[in-house]
């Protein structure tokens, strides 16, 4: 999945361009003495409005990132049938599972993105009260986190702080992507 990395080069994208047109009013109410006050004020209404207008759009572009991401969620953790694999019957319960057979199940089938196998191994651990070091996102938190995520990159869009972070600092962007989403 490309989600984060999506959303990341979409919020730098609009960030960029509201911080240059940012820079254009700047530019104009600095040379606001070179222009009739009229004139000055038409200028500035224009380039307020271009930039409300990128901001708007910067928005709407992040927001249907993270519902694109939430309706690929969906198709993913829906049951299907053909995912079951003859692992599935490790789960009947002739056999006892071990904390590591479970891990390494789970290992496998995340790096297969075989949901319907995540979601029978973590049932199966539940109802078995077997505890691995292993997570399991259901579709509810990953698409929550992905609101939350997204949210925070809309505030990007007018924070220079946030944005700068954002663009240059892989560091604070690794940290601020909650462990739901990373891989995703």
């Not at 829906?78 to 599935?88: E, P, R, Y």
């Not at 590591?100 to 199940?105: Q, T, V």
């Not at 979601?119 to 509810?140: L, S, V």
């Amino acid at each position: 999945m490309e989600f984060v990395k999506t959303l990341r080069d979409v919020t730098i994208s609009y960030a960029d361009k509201a911080a240059a047109k940012a820079a254009e009013i700047r530019a104009l109410d600095s040379d606001r003495n070179n222009y009739a006050q009229s004139t000055y004020m038409d200028k500035r209404r224009v380039l307020v409005k271009e930039q409300e207008d990128i901001l708007i759009e910067g928005r709407h572009s992040i927001l249907a990132t993270v519902d694109t991401y939430k309706q690929q969620l969906k198709e993913r953790y829906q049951a299907k049938g053909s995912a079951v694999t003859d692992d599935a019957k490790l789960f009947d319960g002739q056999i006892p599972l071990t904390p590591g057979d479970l891990e390494a199940l789970v290992d496998k089938y995340t790096e297969a993105d075989n949901m319907t196998m995540l979601r029978m191994i973590f049932d199966y651990t539940h109802k078995n009260d077997i505890h691995i070091d292993r997570a399991f996102y259901t579709e509810q938190t990953r698409a929550q986190t992905a609101d939350a995520l997204g949210e925070t990159m809309c505030g990007a869009l007018t924070s220079d702080m946030t944005a700068a972070l954002v663009k240059k600092d892989d560091f604070f962007w690794s940290n601020m992507v909650a462990d739901a989403l990373k891989g995703e």
